[in-house]
């Protein structure tokens, strides 16, 4: 099978081709990275990487400027056209293809669901964020961007080309640059639940994050259905307090010392992020994964936490986390 993988260099593109190389599928990867070891493109505009796509299986666009940056207007014009340019452009090469894909996954994010505690979000009943009275309004930005992405992946002429929102939560994994890293760090410092620890923290194993993938191009053909939005998490989103403590347990730490919201303020602004990546209540369910038969190796962040962390102790990591990626 032939997988091509736009911004297929970060962290979750470089699973996905460690993972299908191992069954021996072929993967092309384009980036804007010239020391990459890809096909150039800058991800605006068409040129020879669209041949590509002529005569591939799959493509999986991946493609976005990091969020773990402070959101200054340079950066949300850099975050906002990193997406919706990108997924413009391939949705021409894909129109253009004399032999399209069979399946267009793109990347979104559960970050578009509503900030909310009361009820969990599934693709059916969810609710879509950026009316919350609780929420911040400058939280509205994620939610505008999540919506403009997949404006474009909706707008695009594909009629050959399946497509799926790929919708993912926190891919946790024991590779370095990621998410769990992020979060071992802050466990390790000793660093106990962030605001007051109510928000929900979705997540879901990177082997499952595989596995989903993998199935969702599996079932074309099968179930016409496995389209639009699906939302790629593990089953069971915990409250930040309970989700960290989990991770203390597996990893044997005992220290827990609250982050305040203007603790967390003030270390957001030192370290160039966003508190809404900690902050956001992100209560997210697989349900269209779970009603068309997919299962989980994963399906509980203690199960997966302690996975993790035996992982982690076994390998040698000494990178610095590349990016927070929550949405």
């Known amino acids: 099978m032939k997988i091509v993988i736009p911004g297929g260099t970060g962290h979750l593109g470089t699973i996905l081709t460690s993972a299908f190389r191992r069954r021996g599928d072929e993967v092309v990867l384009l980036s ?18 669209a041949d590509a796509l002529d005569g591939a299986d799959v493509v999986i666009n991946l493609a976005g400027r990091s969020v773990d940056c402070r959101y200054g207007q340079k950066e949300k014009e850099e975050i906002l056209r990193s997406r919706v340019d990108s997924t413009r452009v391939v949705g021409e090469a894909i129109a253009r293809a004399k032999h399209p894909p069979r399946l267009w996954l793109q990347a979104s994010t559960a970050t578009i669901y509503s900030h909310r505690y009361d009820a969990p979000n599934d693709e059916r009943t969810g609710i879509i964020g950026g009316n919350e009275p609780d929420a911040p309004p400058e939280w509205n930005f994620s939610i505008d961007v999540a919506k403009a992405w997949e404006r474009a992946l909706d707008e695009a002429r594909t009629p050959i080309t399946r497509k799926v929102k790929m919708r993912t939560a926190m891919v946790m994994s024991a590779e370095s640059g990621g998410a769990f890293q992020a979060l071992l760090r802050h466990v390790r410092l000793g660093f106990g639940r962030f605001g007051d620890g109510r928000q929900y923290m979705s997540w879901i194993h990177e082997r499952d994050f595989f596995r989903a993938i993998r199935w969702l191009i599996e079932n074309d053909g099968i ?59 992100r209560r997210v369910m697989p349900g269209r994964l779970m009603e068309l038969g997919f299962g989980f190796d994963f399906t509980t962040w203690h199960d997966a936490a302690r996975d993790l962390s035996a992982r982690w102790r076994g390998g040698v990591v000494t990178a610095e986390p590349q990016s927070f990626p929550l949405w």
Not at 32 to 49: C, H, I, S, Y
Not at 249 to 261: I, M, Q, R, Y
């Open 32 to 49: 804007r990275n010239v020391e990459a070891p890809a096909r150039m493109w800058d991800g605006r505009t068409l040129g020879d990487w």
């Open 223 to 281: 179930d016409n259905d496995v389209e639009g939005a699906v939302n790629l998490a593990a089953p069971e989103p915990l409250p930040c307090e309970e989700f960290l403590r989990e991770l203390r347990e597996a990893w044997g730490s005992t220290l827990a010392v609250p982050v305040s919201g203007i603790v967390l303020q003030i270390g957001a602004t030192l370290a160039r992020t966003e508190p809404e990546l900690v902050l956001k209540s």
